[in-house]
């Protein structure tokens, strides 16, 4: 199974500074763009805001973006509001099974 | 609005069964596959099964694969997860999730609140 690795575990940042995080695959990525990124607060379900490495979820502001293909992607938020410190998972759908990294934790520093 | 409502959960012994139910609404339900998530306490997300939106066609992890059976009622707009043989290791709490397209794609666009599911002795 494709082996997803995030980092970094935890980054602290401040509200209004950029936030990278990371997310690389074992192996490529079946069609390089199977790739999605979900936000999780605590006591929540997750929501989806990044599929196809690069097309927002409906209603997901335009401060998340996602790049990358094949086995190196990146979740960018440009600019970090308060309601945006959560854990943030990637998640393979190229390849079966479906598998999801250990998540990114991004807290206010 | 589209809903997704789990229930069933709770605590049980080892080898024992539970059924997860997930009340789907405000869409139309064959219109889309359907999964099941799990997150085990102070963990990461794993996906458990699937099954299609119209073939009923079903899909499991390794991890559950002979134990748990997934199935969906058509007519009461319900997913369902029969559990059996449950292990220490399955302790979690389970989530439904709506897959975006009709068939078993993997991107899951909607998410109920989940259930807890306790096996010990």
């Known amino acids: 199974e494709v082996v997803l690795t995030q980092s970094p575990g935890t980054l602290s940042l401040s509200p209004g500074e950029r936030a990278t995080l990371s997310c690389r695959a074992s192996q490529t990525v079946s069609t390089s763009y199977n790739l999605a990124w979900y936000q999780q607060k605590p006591g929540q379900a997750p929501r989806l805001l990044i599929y196809?490495?690069?097309s927002r979820a409906t209603g997901i502001p335009d401060r998340f973006s996602g790049s990358g293909s094949g086995t190196d992607f990146t979740l960018t938020i440009s600019r970090l509001e308060p309601e945006d410190f959560a854990v943030y998972y990637c998640?393979?759908?190229?390849?079966?099974?479906?598998?999801f990294g250990q998540g990114t934790k991004v807290e206010i520093k | 609005e589209v809903q997704l409502v789990e229930s069933g959960g709770g605590l049980v012994q080892p080898g024992g069964s539970l059924r997860l139910s997930c009340a789907a609404s405000?869409?139309?339900?064959?219109?889309?596959?359907m999964s099941w998530v799990r997150q085990a306490p102070g963990k990461g997300l794993e996906w458990v099964s699937g099954?299609?939106?119209?073939?009923?066609?079903?899909y499991y992890a390794d991890s559950v694969k002979g134990r748990l059976t997934v199935s969906r009622d058509y007519s009461k707009n319900t997913l369902y997860l029969q559990m059996n043989s449950l292990r220490v290791e399955d302790t979690a709490i389970y989530y439904c999730?709506?897959?975006?397209?009709?068939?078993?794609?993997?991107?899951?666009?909607?998410w109920g609140e989940g259930t807890l599911v306790s096996v010990s002795s």
């Open positions: 998640q393979q759908y190229g390849n079966s099974p479906y598998t």
């Open positions: 999730a709506r897959e975006s397209r009709g068939y078993n794609f993997g991107i899951f666009d909607c």
């Open positions: 099954i299609g939106g119209t073939t009923g066609n079903t």
């Open positions: 196809g490495a690069s």
């Open positions: 405000g869409f139309t339900f064959n219109s889309h596959a």
